[in-house]
């Protein structure tokens, strides 16, 4: 139940991503990437190798999807890297104490922007890599700053829904989020 | 802080694996079958749903029109404001339809005058997910005649070319794209050179700059720009607007000159275009420039 919701609602943000916010003729560039917000909320409430799986999937959709102005495989590189650091940094550290509470608003932002901070330097990091000349500084500091600001505007309406939703259908089948440090007491 | 199981590091590892062999399979020259059919698929998904965005968006597209257009009009609120609410929301539906059949007819004007045969076409992605390449998707394809390596114009000029040729949607890279490089002359003396997208390395910032490869050829702002044409008309058909001159800049030393263009077309409103798929009998030259503008106009 939890999956298909969770897959239902990544390909639908992939979907809009693609089909609206491409579509707005933004003066400035980069939109809002809806992507990386829901693939964010995932990674909040996953084991490191599930959030690396969507994390691969909706960047390799975004990847197939039109324009076909990058390589495939890009994207999906940038996310499932992203994802996964992101669930294990949260299954490490924050878990622990966390058991029974929410993850409350700020964080949500909070790790969603850093989660498109990263997202936005990883992908000029591989176009870097792969000689891409569209990859100037100036180029990468708006474009990452841009996307990193608009991105955490999205955080809650796209990134804190779905977390409260997977944590809802988690609660019924007592799936918490699990580490290989499993937490003290019960 | 970062332990994890084996099993997950593997998960990790595979699926870096998978990304960094696509990686290398679509970066290879030519089209490769794999990701060509991904493509493929992934366009099957977006066609239809782009275009259920098209005909949903239509009464927020004209929203946007409204509020994009509003601080030029403020005077005509007060006679909007007059209208009723039902009246007022028409209005700008219809004018949205007659701006786009203006630019449709704009685009037929361009063609008529240089000979080009064209398949209309509409803008149906205008940024791409990250922002760097400058790049639009086009609601048409293979299906109406599209390959890879055609011009793609609107009715002010040029707008780029046909990189990637779906089915039903293709990939234009446009002018301004930092990749982009279009032989180009100067309208009246017929001087050559390069119309490159972004900024040329020691030039100043700009969207289009024209690197002029006679040192002595004479050139000032105002001068205008129209494509070279290419082998065969690929990628580029002869005879298109590219832009205006607006500075030259002296540089001592350089092996050319620099000069930073006025696009033609306004790359940040594109809506209807047109795909050459057949380039002119013989070159049209100046024709497809528009009148000189009368500089008393302007005062």
């Known amino acids: ?70 390589a495939v495989g890009r994207y999906a590189l940038v996310l499932c890297l992203v994802a996964y650091t992101a669930a294990l940094l949260r299954t490490n550290t924050g878990a622990q104490g966390a058991v029974g509470l929410r993850t409350g608003l700020p964080a949500v932002v909070g790790a969603t922007a850093s989660a498109a901070l990263a997202v936005g330097l990883c992908y000029a990091a591989v176009g870097f890599v792969m000689g891409d000349p569209r990859v100037a500084l100036g180029a990468v500091a708006v474009n990452t700053g841009l996307s990193t600001l608009l991105t955490a505007l999205a955080a809650p309406v796209v990134t804190l829904p779905l977390v409260r939703l997977r944590d809802a259908l988690a609660d019924s089948d007592f799936a918490t989020v699990q580490g290989p440090t499993s937490p003290v007491g019960w | 802080m970062f332990r994890d199981s084996t099993r997950s590091r593997l998960v990790l590892l595979v699926l870096v694996v998978v990304c960094v062999a696509l990686l290398v399979l679509d970066t290879r020259p030519g089209p490769d079958p794999l990701t060509t059919a991904g493509r493929a698929a992934g366009e099957l998904v977006f066609a239809p749903a782009a275009a259920g ?218 809506d209807v275009v047109g795909v050459v798929v057949a380039g002119p009998a013989e070159d049209p030259r100046d024709s497809v420039l528009p009148p000189e503008p009368d500089p008393e106009e302007d005062q």
């Open chain 2, 53 to 270: 965005a098209g005909w949903a968006g239509g009464p927020a597209a004209s929203l946007y029109e409204g509020l994009r257009r509003g601080p030029e009009a403020v005077e005509r609120v007060g006679e909007l404001e007059e209208a009723n609410a039902a009246l007022e929301s028409e209005l700008q539906a219809a004018r949205l339809d007659e701006a786009r059949a203006a630019q449709l007819e704009d685009l037929l004007h361009l063609s008529g005058l240089g000979g080009y045969e064209i398949v209309p076409a509409q803008a149906v992605t205008r940024t791409t997910s990250r922002g760097y390449a400058h790049a639009v998707t086009l609601d048409v394809g293979t299906g109406s005649g599209v390959r890879t390596d055609m011009t793609v114009v609107n009715g002010d000029g040029l707008v780029g070319r046909v990189v990637e040729a779906g089915p039903r949607t293709s990939t234009v890279l446009l002018a301004t794209d930092a990749t982009s490089a279009v032989g180009a002359r100067l309208a009246e003396t017929r001087k050559i050179g390069v119309v490159n997208g972004g900024s040329v390395p020691g030039g100043a910032e700009s969207e289009l700059a024209f690197e002029l490869f006679d040192m002595e050829a004479p050139v000032e702002s105002g001068d205008r720009v129209v494509t070279l044409g290419s082998h065969e008309g690929a990628p580029f058909v002869p005879g298109v607007p590219v832009g205006t001159v607006r500075d030259v800049q002296v540089s001592p030393g350089a092996l050319s000159r620099l000069a930073r263009i006025d696009p033609a077309v306004d790359f940040a409103a594109l």
């Open chain 1, 1 to 70: 139940m939890r999956a298909v919701a969770t897959v239902v609602l990544v390909t639908v943000a992939v979907l809009v991503q693609a089909v609206v916010v491409q579509r707005l003729p933004l003066p400035w560039g980069p939109g809002p990437d809806l992507v990386v917000a829901a693939v964010a909320a995932v990674a909040l409430t996953a084991r490191p190798a599930t959030a690396a799986g969507y994390g691969f999937a909706a960047g390799l959709a975004m990847d197939l999807l039109p324009p076909a102005e990058h």
